[in-house]
């Protein structure tokens, strides 16, 4: 005891001067979250069942590797303020949890709250942000999302600040996801905090439209869409705008889920699967390990797409992407299917932001679908298709040799 009494003082005598573990989300994080489909009803077995479906499932293959419980796992605290699991709901004990994990190459998350208490009113972490920092350290953690209930006068970046100052303390590199919902606009000031930050409130399985809980409400996919606008110049490698975690195979329509994976690649965000992985069907899992799609995401130059044209329930985006590529995504938000006829000979795009352009009337690029996996012809020609109610087609222009 006295030696983690004398660990929690050096600690908390440590000058704010730490930084975040860099290196740790130099492309955004892909993995699975337990809150979307199972809420507080966690156990030691569901996460074993959830880290043994993404190595089956070929998630894993595809590039996930971050398993996360999130809130109701905690117990009490002993009686030296150590965080402990639930005794009844993981008797194993959360070491050899994480054990388990890693024993099948992946990596465990947790969750805990800036607050007095987390949003399902287990234990938060204020005032045990060291404790809980060191607890999970010697638990082999690798990840934390860090939620803002209870957190009545907190200050956000104070407080967010503390738990990374704890984690740097603790001496274990785990990635710190904000999850603050963007009330105090956490992307001017998080990218030396954590490695990525929420931008809104909470997402819900709904294609375009919000979903009233009376003191709060969560928004549907196009609505979450739509609040990223203005925040890419902010997000890059190692620290990411979150949208919040996938729907996919939680009950939107195949074409839905299609569109929402795919909006997500082109933002690069975090990619946090939020289903069960025990139970998909063969589409839920063709959108998850679509690795075609999953490149876009992953892509090393970092930088979030842009809406380059919005015009009758349709929208144009672009990406851009290494070796002078680009990925272009067609969007159709409209309940009805849309033809769509897009001239490239008659576009320049250009991004200030990757300083990246390209010009389609003087250069000629392959195109190929990646959903449909085959390439598609040339810029020589317009693009002619007809999109399907609430889907997209996603394209990756590669410049033809001259």
């Not at 995504?329 to 300083?355: M, Q």
């Not at 003087?362 to 889907?391: C, Q």
Request: proline share 4%; with cysteine.
């Amino acid at each position: 005891m006295r030696k983690w009494i004398l660990l929690l003082l050096l600690a908390g005598a440590t000058p704010l001067l730490a930084q975040k573990y860099t290196g740790l989300a130099l492309t955004p994080p892909l993995g699975w979250n337990s809150w979307n489909k199972f809420g507080c009803d966690v156990s030691e077995s569901l996460i074993r069942s959830a880290a043994d479906a993404m190595v089956s499932s070929g998630m894993q293959a595809a590039g996930y590797r971050y398993i996360v419980i999130d809130d109701c796992w905690h117990g009490k605290r002993d009686a030296d303020g150590f965080i402990q699991p639930d005794p009844v709901r993981f008797p194993s004990g959360m070491k050899a949890l994480t054990d388990y994990i890693h024993s099948k190459g992946l990596k465990f998350g947790i969750y805990s709250d800036a607050g007095w208490k987390t949003c399902g009113g287990r234990p938060g972490s204020r005032g045990h942000e060291y404790q809980d920092a060191l607890q999970y350290a010697r638990w082999g953690v690798d990840y934390l999302k860090y939620d803002w209930c209870y957190s009545d006068d907190l200050n956000a970046k104070g407080a967010y600040t503390t738990m990374r100052e704890a984690l740097a303390a603790a001496g274990r590199p785990i990635v710190l996801s904000l999850c603050e919902w963007g009330s105090n606009k956490p992307w001017e000031w998080a990218r030396d905090v954590g490695h990525l930050w929420r931008t809104t409130g909470d997402i819900t399985a709904i294609f375009d439209g919000i979903e009233d809980h009376g003191s709060w409400k969560s928004l549907g996919v196009m609505q979450i869409l739509d609040l990223q606008e203005g925040l890419r110049t902010y997000a890059g490698p190692d620290h990411w705008n979150d949208p919040d975690m996938l729907e996919v195979g939680n009950g939107m329509t195949a074409a839905e889920d299609r569109a929402h994976f795919t909006m997500w690649c082109m933002l690069a965000a975090p990619l946090m699967a939020g289903n069960d992985l025990s139970a998909m069907t063969p589409e839920t899992r063709a959108i998850l390990t679509n690795v075609e799609a999953i490149s876009v995401n992953q892509d090393s130059l970092g930088i979030q797409g842009f809406r380059e044209l919005a015009a009758d329930s349709l929208q144009i985006w672009f990406k851009p992407l290494v070796r002078d590529e680009w990925a272009v995504c067609f969007l159709n938000r409209s309940k009805l299917a849309k033809p769509v006829t897009y001239a490239w000979k008659g576009h320049r795009i250009s991004d200030e932001l990757s300083g990246r352009s390209a010009d389609f009337g003087t250069s000629i690029w392959t195109l190929r679908d990646l959903w449909a996996h085959k390439e598609i012809g040339s810029t020589k020609k317009d693009f002619v298709t007809v999109i399907p109610a609430h889907d997209v087609r996603l394209l990756r222009l590669s410049p033809q040799k001259k």
